[in-house]
């Protein structure tokens, strides 16, 4: 409750500005929050880069070395996400991540350390838990994230675990917080012996990509950390304080580089396979895939829309195929074996299919598998189970969601009738008693008995059961006249239906 956190917080130091400020948040909820968050996040916009690890060692080990001269001690990570979208972001707790696609961006080890720094200086001055304190979380509200990875399957998928997080890195910063961001991971820079200048440079690039509204751009980075002219300014008067020297690590960060650098035709064929599938486009995206197969064989990326690409065409054998080399390339994702449970369940192969879906659900919970699962459960007939699956997978409003809501009904209403179809007593102008149905299912509905008792006026107790004739469409009304005229008020009120 909202309530019960503010009397435990309360005003407290900033620990990089040292302003006192309101602070709805403690620190062991920062850090559960981040840790509840980071790996559903990540597997909700394209799962960790794995292909050359030398990539995400050499980002962490630039990251760990800001982390180690900023203000606030935290159990700080960094990891690089597997998606082009020129994107960076960080969770409470110090918990960080660098798109692949804005590390392609960036042109030496200054650059990377300036955002690197930029999301140390969020995490450490409690801009991410700020956001907390609006109401973001406290709320309680779970949303569907589709965050940043147009076109892409993976991203299309019903994910049920993370929502929460999402609120927080998709929300735009305030200026005073990108100001103090700036600020603050530049001194960091400075203090780890990197060239502020970098962060400078780095912010005149963002203004010309803002400014040539490059859409990888406004859906990535500038959509929570909008550039402007008034920073570069900003920046360039921090510089004139921060010492000259420094190193700018160039030659250092293109070598370490060098391989993602030379295969980034191949994610930019991906890309584009991803959205001729999109757009129905099979033979399109089975060219594009073979392409970026070709360039690099070792991304997973590449054979999972293989499968999908088997899988529009009905050929589930084939796709399995194709996902069983994904997963082998990188069994961390869960669209691999999500994707493997899809294809195995039409072949035949129930027990592999619950495996391989539950395997996905480990590493994110998604209507889709929690659907799968429950369309397996009902043909095995174990149908307490699929209930529980659909139900699980009707928290979410997409249209798996929904289309769960509805197996849900099929199976539960003749069991539970009373949660689906409403009733509701009344007395007209004429003074008969009538009861409304409503159906408030997906599903159109009949057999409809409807149970009446009362007490009448000598203490009785009486029932009765009236059959509703016909069929009660999804959303509408019927009204059953009862047949009890102008009854005296105290009966009235013993009136029960159901």
């Known amino acids: 409750p909202v309530a019960a956190v503010v009397l435990l917080c309360g005003c407290a130091a900033n620990p990089v500005t040292g302003k006192n400020e309101l602070s709805l948040v403690s620190e062991a909820q920062e850090l559960a929050i981040g840790k509840q968050q980071y790996a559903p996040l990540r597997q909700a916009q394209g799962g960790d880069y794995v292909v050359d690890p030398a990539v995400g060692a050499y980002v962490s080990q630039v990251g760990q070395r800001l982390a180690a001269v900023s203000d606030r001690k935290l159990p700080y990570e960094f990891h690089v996400l597997n998606n082009s979208v020129p994107n960076a972001w960080a969770l409470p707790g110090g918990k960080i991540v660098i798109n692949r696609g804005l590390l392609t961006e960036l042109d030496s080890e200054a650059e990377l350390a300036a955002v690197l720094g930029h999301e140390i200086t969020h995490a450490a001055a409690k801009h991410t838990a700020r956001n907390l304190s609006r109401g973001l979380l406290l709320q309680g509200a779970m949303l569907a994230t589709v965050i940043a990875t147009q076109d892409s399957d993976y991203a299309q998928v019903a994910q049920l675990g993370a929502g929460v997080g999402a609120q927080l890195i998709t929300r735009k910063y305030g200026r005073d917080a990108e100001r103090e961001a700036d600020y603050y991971g530049m001194q960091y820079m400075s203090r780890a012996g990197y060239a502020p200048q970098g962060a400078v440079e780095l912010q005149k690039t963002f203004v010309e990509l803002s400014e040539?509204?490059?859409?990888?751009?406004?859906?990535?980075?500038?959509?929570?950390?909008?550039?402007?002219?008034?920073?570069?300014?900003?920046?360039?008067?921090?510089?004139?304080?921060?010492?000259?020297?420094?190193?700018?690590?160039?030659?250092?960060?293109?070598?370490?580089?060098?391989?993602?650098?030379?295969?980034?035709?191949?994610?930019?064929?991906?890309?584009?396979?991803?959205?001729?599938?999109?757009?129905?486009?099979?033979?399109?995206?089975?060219?594009?895939?073979?392409?970026?197969?070709?360039?690099?064989?070792?991304?997973?990326?590449?054979?999972?829309?293989?499968g999908d690409v088997e899988q529009k065409r009905g050929n589930h054998r084939a796709a399995l195929t194709r996902y069983n080399k994904a997963i082998r390339l990188n069994d961390g994702f869960f669209y691999y074996h999500l994707k493997?449970?899809?294809?195995?369940?039409?072949?035949?192969?129930?027990?592999?299919?619950?495996?391989?879906?539950?395997?996905s659900i480990g590493l994110l919970p998604t209507a889709n598998a929690y659907n799968s699962l429950g369309d397996i459960a009902r043909k095995e007939r174990r149908y307490q189970q699929a209930k529980k699956y659909y139900a699980r997978a009707a928290e979410d409003k997409s249209a798996t969601g929904k289309q769960a809501y509805s197996s849900l009904v099929e199976l539960d209403l003749p069991d539970n009738p009373g949660k689906y179809l409403k009733v509701k007593l009344g007395v007209d102008q004429r003074g008969r008693t009538l009861a409304q149905v409503t159906n408030n299912t997906p599903k159109p509905v009949k057999g409809v008995v409807l149970g009446v008792q009362l007490t009448d006026t000598k203490g009785s107790r009486r029932s009765g059961e009236f059959p509703m004739r016909g069929t009660l469409q999804p959303g509408k009304t019927a009204s059953i006249d009862l047949g009890l005229d102008n009854l005296d008020q105290a009966v009235l009120q013993t009136l029960r239906a159901g």
């Open 212 to 306: 040539g509204k490059q859409q990888d751009w406004l859906s990535g980075l500038f959509a929570s950390h909008p550039p402007s002219q008034e920073r570069v300014q900003n920046n360039l008067e921090t510089l004139k304080a921060l010492p000259a020297s420094g190193d700018d690590g160039k030659q250092r960060f293109r070598q370490k580089l060098a391989h993602l650098r030379k295969t980034r035709p191949a994610y930019e064929a991906y890309d584009k396979g991803r959205k001729a599938l999109a757009k129905g486009d099979i033979s399109e995206a089975r060219q594009l895939a073979e392409q970026a197969r070709r360039l690099e064989p070792r991304e997973a990326h590449f054979e999972a829309l293989l």
């Open 340 to 359: 493997k449970g899809m294809a195995n369940e039409p072949l035949g192969n129930r027990a592999q299919a619950k495996t391989d879906l539950n395997n």
